[in-house]
């Protein structure tokens, strides 16, 4: 109080606001000199200057507004984030942790309320579903961690939506039953427009945002905040369906999450939002809420607190461990389980206010409740960095293992219309591992306009590193002066150790030498780098499936391994399916390569079982697919002379298509 009186008499929102920034900025460097998780030190910071202690920030409509938006957030970024490939793979298990998760707790804490605490049975079954529902608090901590692919991440937060939408469905027949409306009309409404909700979500949306990141290309802000209004439309939809937002921000985040590639500039601008501000508000609006002067007066609601927190705690580990058993995870994924499970904010506290204004609980247990939440979410933090940790540093040799860090990918550019599209993918391809920049690169013809040519090419490679710097990607601006493209292309390779050259085509010529050009034929000849051809017409989040076409033997030159990790893991950010044709033979190597890096990726296969129909390929195109054709340099082992026209083929037949023709390094 002493503080506060010293300050500015009234609601100073540059105070407030100085200081909510500081918070952001210092605890947690304060939390990883104590070693522990940032988040703890948010919502410790909440309750040090909230009301109930230095009494500096207050729990006003503002802290309301901002919580609330973090907390939708929040969600959002979790379903944004999720691997749906590994999730349709991993979707029973998720269905069996929510299960669990939801009946366990409940099954505990009932019995305790109603013949130890001795509530009655609204009561007692409120206070219990309060126990089954949970917050992922923790979820920025495996963010930071990189392992929100892991498995056991996966079937946390699908469990997190299944149990959270049940106990949201139980509260809402308690407070039917508690005012005398159980009647089947109000049912059939409920289910009605929460069905309805659903759809407009997860089948609407998709196809709207579709529509205006096509047409609203080059308006990057406009593309944040459209996504933005999207999550608030969701959390809306469901609020007036009687659902608790959350559910709907996190099913727009899953909605959106194929169209929002993990490399994209737009994605690093909702993370950066996102961890910047918006969650940050919610963690010390949480700290807000905790009277500890309050809790600590009376022994009965401290005896309360500690019975709550034990009995919560006890069903979320017995959760987890079922279902360690029963998927056949690994220690380190069960704790971590538990760890994302296991903390109580946004639900728990609707749970208990609607109980409270019902009638059905008391302020003590209100109160009690507050001192569960904030224990819960700072044992939760702590077991999920944990985990986290060792998960991390388990998976680091597999990734690190999956290509060198020397990797250096040129990207030559001389139309600035694809300037954008190269950038993004080279950006998509390039290994999260790698500490090397990417290189734009800008050929300059040695005659009497040098000097202006010269100009006009910075220009063009200022426009490229602004466009990388948006998704916070090192650049190395690089430009040569020369006769030929194809031979400062291939010297500078050599000088600057390069590893992939991603390269754009014309796509308005007619024959395959006038697609691809001289300089496409001298730099096959002339550098052995993985050389990728791209023509991109559409943005690379607009596809739906990724087709492979693998010639024979391909699988047996030298750089194969690295191109299909790089296809790889371009499905994965932009979360498209893969089709993939080859022989057999192909087939076994990817399974190993997949095996052997500990890898999963959703692809389907057109194995034949003669030769390799490139007729059979086209008929499985569609204008919404990504065509890759996997090439090779004439005199290589898997050249084939009556490939070379298969580009001109498939440029002819779909000419809104993106292609991109790969040959492997030699």
Same mark, same amino acid.
């Given at each position: 109080m002493i503080i506060a009186e010293l300050l500015p008499s009234g609601y100073n929102p540059v105070l407030v606001f100085t200081i909510v920034l500081l918070i952001i900025l210092l605890a947690p460097m304060v939390?990883?000199?104590? &070693?522990?998780?940032?988040?703890?030190?948010?919502?410790?910071?909440?309750?040090?200057?909230?009301?109930?202690?230095?009494?500096?920030?207050?729990?006003?409509?503002?802290? &309301?507004?901002?919580?609330?938006?973090?907390?939708?957030?929040?969600?959002?970024?979790?379903?944004?984030?999720?691997?749906?490939?590994?999730?349709?793979?991993?979707?029973?298990?998720?269905?069996?942790?929510?299960?669990?998760?939801?009946?366990?707790?409940?099954?505990?804490?009932?019995?305790?309320?109603?013949?130890?605490?001795?509530?009655?049975?609204?009561?007692?079954?409120?206070?219990?579903?309060?126990?089954?529902?949970?917050?992922?608090?923790?979820?920025?901590?495996?963010?930071?961690?990189?392992?929100?692919?892991?498995?056991?991440?996966?079937?946390?937060?699908?469990?997190?939506?299944? *149990?959270?939408?049940?106990?949201?469905?139980?509260?809402?027949?308690?407070?039917? *039953?508690?005012?005398?409306?159980?009647?089947?009309?109000?049912?059939?409404?409920?289910?009605?427009?929460?069905?309805?909700?659903?759809?407009?979500?997860?089948?609407?949306?998709?196809?709207?945002?579709?529509?205006?990141? &096509? &047409?609203?290309?080059?308006?990057?802000?406009?593309?944040?905040?459209?996504?933005?209004?999207?999550?608030?439309?969701?959390?809306?939809?469901?609020?007036?369906?009687?659902?608790?937002?959350?559910?709907?921000?996190?099913?727009?985040?899953?909605?959106?999450?194929?169209?929002?590639?993990?490399?994209?500039?737009?994605?690093?601008?909702?993370?950066?939002?996102?961890?910047?501000?918006?969650?940050?508000?919610?963690?010390?609006?949480?700290?807000?809420?905790?009277n500890i002067p309050a809790i600590t007066s009376s022994m009965e609601t401290v005896t309360l607190a500690v019975t709550l927190t034990l009995v919560a705690l006890l069903g979320k580990w017995i959760a987890s461990l079922f279902t360690q058993k029963i998927l056949g995870l690994q220690k380190d994924q069960r704790n971590l389980v538990f760890g994302l499970s296991s903390s109580h904010a946004a639900a728990t506290i609707a749970v208990i206010l609607v109980g409270f204004r019902l009638g059905i609980v008391g302020e003590n247990v209100l109160d009690a409740t507050i001192l569960l939440i904030f224990i819960t979410c700072l044992l939760a933090s702590l077991v999920t960095a944990r985990a986290g940790k060792k998960i991390a540093i388990k998976n680091l040799p597999g990734a690190t293992s999956a290509a060198p860090l020397t990797e250096r990918i040129l990207v030559p550019i001389s139309n600035p219309a694809t300037i954008e599209y190269l950038i993004d993918f080279a950006m998509m391809i390039k290994t999260p591992t790698s500490i090397e920049p990417v290189v734009p690169f800008a050929v300059v013809r040695d005659n009497e306009e040098a000097h202006t040519n010269l100009e006009n090419s910075r220009k063009i490679l200022d426009r490229a590193a602004k466009h990388a710097s948006a998704s916070n990607s090192l650049v190395n601006l690089v430009t040569r002066i020369d006769v030929n493209a194809s031979s400062a292309i291939s010297r500078a390779s050599r000088e600057l150790g390069i590893t992939d050259i991603v390269i754009g085509w014309h796509s308005k010529q007619k024959t395959a030498d006038k697609i691809f050009g001289t300089t496409l034929d001298r730099l096959l000849k002339q550098t052995g780098q993985t050389l990728f051809v791209c023509r991109l017409v559409t943005p690379l989040n607009a596809y739906k499936r990724l087709k492979l076409f693998i010639p024979e033997n391909a699988e047996l030159e030298k750089g194969f391994e690295d191109i299909m990790l790089k296809i790889i893991r371009m499905t994965k950010h932009t979360e498209a399916s893969l089709l993939i044709s080859g022989s057999h033979a192909c087939k076994a190597s990817i399974e190993s390569l997949l095996q052997k890096n500990k890898m999963k990726v959703l692809m389907h296969w057109n194995v034949p079982e003669g030769r390799l129909d490139t007729q059979s390929f086209f008929q499985l195109i569609t204008p919404q697919d990504m065509v890759v054709l996997i090439g090779a340099r004439e005199g290589s082992i898997s050249y084939e002379k009556e490939f070379d026209s298969l580009p001109e083929m498939i440029t002819t037949q779909f000419s809104l298509t993106n292609i991109i023709i790969v040959y492997p390094a030699q």
């Open positions: 939390m990883e000199k104590l &070693r522990m998780p940032g988040i703890i030190g948010m919502i410790l910071a909440g309750v040090i200057f909230g009301p109930y202690g230095l009494d500096v920030l207050e729990n006003n409509a503002a802290f &309301r507004l901002f919580g609330t938006v973090g907390l939708l957030y929040l969600m959002f970024v979790a379903g944004l984030e999720m691997d749906m490939n590994q999730f349709r793979q991993s979707r029973m298990k998720s269905l069996t942790f929510g299960l669990l998760t939801f009946t366990i707790p409940l099954a505990i804490g009932f019995p305790v309320c109603y013949y130890l605490l001795e509530y009655n049975f609204l009561g007692s079954l409120l206070i219990a579903s309060m126990f089954s529902t949970h917050t992922l608090i923790s979820y920025p901590i495996v963010q930071k961690l990189g392992i929100t692919k892991n498995e056991a991440v996966i079937i946390a937060i699908g469990g997190t939506i299944i *149990t959270d939408v049940m106990v949201l469905v139980l509260l809402a027949v308690i407070s039917a *039953t508690s005012n005398g409306e159980s009647d089947l009309i109000t049912w059939v409404k409920f289910v009605g427009s929460f069905g309805a909700s659903s759809l407009v979500v997860l089948a609407g949306f998709p196809a709207l945002a579709r529509w205006f990141l &096509r &047409r609203i290309e080059g308006e990057k802000v406009s593309h944040y905040i459209f996504v933005l209004a999207l999550v608030f439309v969701a959390a809306l939809l469901f609020e007036l369906s009687g659902v608790e937002p959350i559910i709907g921000a996190f099913l727009a985040g899953l909605s959106l999450n194929r169209l929002i590639p993990k490399a994209s500039p737009l994605m690093s601008r909702i993370d950066f939002m996102g961890n910047a501000l918006f969650i940050p508000f919610f963690l010390i609006s949480v700290g807000l809420l905790i």
